[in-house]
């Protein structure tokens, strides 16, 4: 009994092991199709240039820039949090910076320019010798805006951040963001709510950056009229619509007809009396010597008929 049991469950082992791999190519195709939309596949490269104040920058110089350097770091994690990103960052001892130096892809004096000014150019001489899959990008941020709302002692704080993405060797951005943090209530210290706001801003920028394809709007068709029937009892094929009939006006009502007027009874025609003046050559009679009668007639023209022998039809005389 425990052999069978056994050899039970080996083959229900194996037919599950037998069956995995049928499994797994259906997975990897629903997932392709949902990686298609992606902005680019993966991760890419981007150079972070130091996070810096705006122009526009509203509030007090000294204080914006102790935010600089605890706020950059939560803009490179805000980056990575897309999955879309591997950052790297212009300092002498970035790991790969470094790498890319063992492997004299660049030179020392070139990390030392971009250390000291970092800016579009030196960022770009730089990323173009390190060889990446995809394209590497350069991200450049400022702090533009702060704001504070609600009670004094206790306020909501608002950052308002600019963000701008470049291909390298390009002086023009191929996107540019700017979003204002939700409302952000008071924290430990004023320092730390607006620290708070503004990495609420860069995940917003970030995300933006790596939003999917939008859904395209498609040209639409429209669809046929429905036909009457199957058949195309109406003149047309199946499965097509028949042509619109064109209103019709109403005709006016029709006066009905007189009805007819009976006709007049007539008056039967009177007998005509036979004439008493006929000629006496009209008729005569004759009698011979046998006794038999030889007649004489006329038409209305005066014409005389006679039967001299007194047999057979009546002959015209000429």
């Known amino acids: 009994m425990k052999h069978r049991n056994l050899g039970s469950f080996i083959g229900a082992a194996l037919a599950l092991m037998v069956s995995a791999p049928l499994i797994q190519p259906v997975q990897a195709q629903k997932e392709s199709f949902a990686s ?22 509203n509030a007090d110089a ?14 490179r994690t805000a980056l990575e949090k897309t999955g879309k990103f591997s950052v790297v960052q212009p300092y002498r001892f970035d790991p790969i910076l470094q790498r890319a130096l063992l492997d004299k892809r660049i030179t020392k004096d070139q990390i030392d320019e971009l250390a000291t000014t970092p800016s579009l150019q030196s960022a770009s001489s730089i990323l173009a010798n390190l ?33 701008k993405l470049y291909p390298i060797n390009s002086q023009e951005a191929d996107q540019t963001k700017v979003f204002t943090s939700d409302p952000t209530r008071y924290r430990i210290s004023q320092f730390d709510t607006v620290i708070g ?26 669809p046929p009229p429905a ?52 000629s006496p050559s009209a008729t005569a009679k004759s009698a011979d010597g046998d006794g038999k009668t030889t007649g004489h007639s006329t038409n209305n023209e005066g014409a005389v008929y006679v039967n001299p022998l007194n047999r057979g039809p009546l002959t015209r005389n000429p």
């Open 36 to 57: 298609a939309r992606e902005v680019w596949p993966g991760r890419r490269m981007v150079m972070l240039l130091p996070l810096q104040l705006s122009d526009n920058w």
């Open 62 to 75: 000294r204080w914006g820039q102790s935010l600089l350097r605890p706020s950059e770091a939560q803009l």
């Open 131 to 163: 060889g990446f899959d995809l394209p590497p990008l350069i991200a450049d941020f400022r702090l533009e805006e702060v704001r504070s709302s609600g009670p004094e002692k206790a306020p909501t704080i608002q950052v308002q951040v600019l963000g």
């Open 197 to 222: 706001a503004a990495t609420n801003a860069f995940q917003m920028i970030a995300n933006e950056f790596v939003k999917p394809i939008p859904e395209a709007v498609l040209p639409r068709v429209e």
């Open 227 to 278: 036909a009457e029937d199957a058949k195309g009892k109406n003149g047309k094929a199946p499965g097509k619509g028949a042509a619109p009939v064109a209103p019709t006006t109403p005709a006016a009502p029709t006066t009905p007809a007189a009805p007819p007027t009976p006709a007049k009874p007539t008056t039967p025609a009177t007998p005509t009396t036979p004439s008493t003046n006929a």
